[in-house]
């Protein structure tokens, strides 16, 4: 039976939105598979890697048809990229093929059962709101790179995010530095606080496809789970369970340091990576010396090879040193747009605040090595 035909893009395009939570490996083959449902000329896509789900939906079902049917998300991807944007293609399923067609390119794919397909249950909805996706975005673009590299404490894998009255706040940490971004918004979004672990592959695929424009973002919360729409996407998620550290002492006292440091952003991230040519992918440590209206920045390979540049600031203090992981700095630099930035430190051993000048919005705390 023919279900589909529409151009290759009005496939791909949605496909696009919901393949990013597909893992190649699994030991339940279906979750492996695009479930995709075409019922009132409408195709609807839906992934799920059982801790989360995607749907989304697009134009191009046949008339009067209502079925659904499972493919491999990896292989119906690789071959709709093959094909022309503007190629019709045309889709018949029985039992067990998926037959598509495009001009005179034919494959066959195994269909598995779409009843086995599994789709995430929910409990009702307690918490409810809405804001601007390109808020949301960018609350998670100043906080994603700060999660963990490699899986640790379970509560510290994913952003913590917080609902205060106007304020909606995001954190992360790997307990080597701490991001924390927060946004004002126009009303107030909830009667009473709301906070919750949103875990780590759900931040980044969520951060892939929101967009960054004044689309409504609709978000619901119960005490496991979180569900976000906007425009076809329906984007639902468990949370991560647990009570996330307590980092306001953390960022406290950072910002009580007595020193203060302001300094040219571009500048800054063109002096690092030229001093970082030194460092190795396993040791990424430079050590930084403030002293007499001058910044220097110097690294060195296990080969003693070395690197050093020297920048001018208005630095009237005592001399200080300190060391740091170098792609800590180029990663938070590289995302932040103001012009200039602001360090402030107190000894040699504590953590460093990194700021933006005239506002308190985003922090961000990095520890310093030995160097």
Not at 109 to 114: E, S, V
Not at 349 to 367: E, H, N, Q, R
Request: hydrophobic share 40%; with cysteine; aromatic share 6%.
């Amino acid at each position: 039976m023919q279900l589909i035909q529409c151009p290759c893009e009005s496939l791909l395009t949605p496909l696009k939105r919901v393949e990013g939570i597909v893992e190649r490996r699994q030991t339940l083959p279906i979750i492996s598979n695009v479930l995709i449902q075409v019922a009132d000329e409408k195709i609807t896509f839906v992934t799920t890697d059982l801790d989360i789900q995607i749907r989304t939906t697009s134009l191009g079902g046949i008339p009067g048809v209502n079925e659904s049917f499972t493919v491999s998300a990896e292989k119906f991807s690789s071959i709709l990229n093959a094909l022309a944007p503007q190629s019709t293609v045309s889709i018949d399923v029985t039992d067990k093929k998926v037959s598509l067609v495009s001009g005179r390119a034919r494959y066959s794919l195994q269909n598995l059962p779409a009843e086995d397909f599994p789709t995430l249950p929910h409990g009702e909805w307690k918490v409810q709101f809405a804001l601007p996706a390109s808020t949301l975005h960018h609350l998670l673009q100043l906080t994603v790179f700060a999660m963990p590299a490699k899986p640790i404490r379970y509560f510290l894998n994913g952003v913590l995010l917080e609902i205060e009255g106007e304020m909606i706040r995001a954190v992360a940490t790997d307990t080597h530095r701490l991001a924390c971004c927060e946004t004002r918004l126009d009303k107030e979004l909830l009667d009473k606080p709301l906070s919750c672990i949103i875990p780590k592959k759900t931040v980044r695929e969520l951060s892939r496809i929101l967009p960054d424009n004044d689309t409504v973002v609709e978000c619901q919360f119960n005490e496991t789970q979180f569900c976000v729409r906007f425009g076809d996407v329906e984007f639902m998620s468990k949370l991560v369970e647990g009570k996330f550290p307590n980092y306001r002492t953390v960022m406290n006292t950072a910002s009580a340091h007595p020193h203060r440091l302001e300094l040219n952003r571009e500048q800054l991230i063109e002096t690092l990576r030229r001093v970082a040519i030194m460092t190795s992918d396993k040791y990424r440590g430079i050590r930084w010396k403030v002293h007499e209206n001058q910044l220097t920045i110097h690294s060195s390979s296990p080969d003693q090879e070395e690197a050093s540049e020297t920048i001018e600031i208005d630095w009237t203090g005592d001399e200080a040193e300190m060391g740091f992981n170098v792609t800590y700095l180029l990663e938070v630099l590289s995302l932040l747009k103001n012009n200039t930035v602001v360090l402030k430190f107190g000894n040699t051993s504590g953590a460093v605040l990194l700021t933006m000048p005239d506002s308190d919005s985003f922090k961000y705390v990095v520890m310093p090595i030995r160097i």
